[in-house]
């Protein structure tokens, strides 16, 4: 079944990138997703990339897609305090013909100043 | 838009009462998911209905979990009898179809003592 794995923690000092990296299973899928999620609230979509690119910049935030190895990774430049939270990768699932999202376990990006 | 709306935000009850968490979705959506978040169990998908239809309830912990969606604009997730292992943040989620981009609610906290 589809399965979507990432780190739990990782910590940067302000100003340092970040790279929250995701491997995911369902070659089939054709948007892969960031989610984030500050404390005490609900997940919101940061951004996706469509299966036929290998990379989407935007902003800060640099979404790089290796397909052969079905890897995801969100690169965040000049990291500040405020990006503090858990991110998610997410993949497309199937159930029959109804497509869901599969999400990983999220990482939770500490933020040191 | 309001968003996805979530009541009660905070639910705090005793071993054995029923709970019922209550979502209204976004207007114009047509897939809905109940989501359950612990620290050591991570974003766990509990059941999610498309067109008012449960599609996948496979993730349902067991028959103490109950969800119905009797229109397009309502959703409860019931839990009885509740257990302490039952406390967790429970989100709702919607969207346009089931592998679009989803809008989440701000979450219920839920204590069972």
């Known amino acids: 079944g589809e399965d979507v794995e990432q780190s739990l923690f990782l910590s940067v000092r302000e100003g340092d990138s970040s790279v929250i990296n995701c491997t995911y299973t369902d070659s089939s899928s054709t948007y892969l997703y960031w989610y984030k999620q500050e404390p005490g609230a609900g997940l919101q979509l940061l951004t996706y990339i469509f299966s036929n690119m290998d990379m989407k910049q935007d902003q800060r935030l640099t979404v790089l897609l290796n397909k052969k190895d079905k890897h995801l990774s969100l690169r965040i430049a000049d990291t500040q305090t405020g990006d503090s939270a858990i991110y998610f990768c997410a993949e497309i699932g199937f159930s029959g013909n109804t497509g869901k999202l599969i999400f990983g376990q999220g990482t939770t990006l500490q933020v040191k100043p | 838009d309001a968003g996805v709306i979530q009541s009660p935000r905070h639910e705090v009850t005793e071993m054995g009462q029923e709970v019922t968490l209550r979502c209204k979705p976004i207007?114009?959506?047509?897939?809905l998911f109940w989501y359950r978040q612990t620290m050591m169990r991570g974003l766990e998908l509990l059941i999610y209905f498309n067109n008012n239809v449960p599609i996948d309830d496979s993730g349902m912990p067991e028959d103490r979990f109950s969800a119905k969606m009797p229109n397009a604009s309502f959703s409860t997730l019931k839990i009885q009898p509740s257990e302490p292992r039952d406390s967790a943040v429970y989100f709702c989620a919607s969207s346009f179809a089931g592998r679009d981009e989803q809008f989440f609610g701000p979450g219920t906290r839920l204590t069972v003592l």
């Open positions: 207007s114009g959506h047509n897939s």
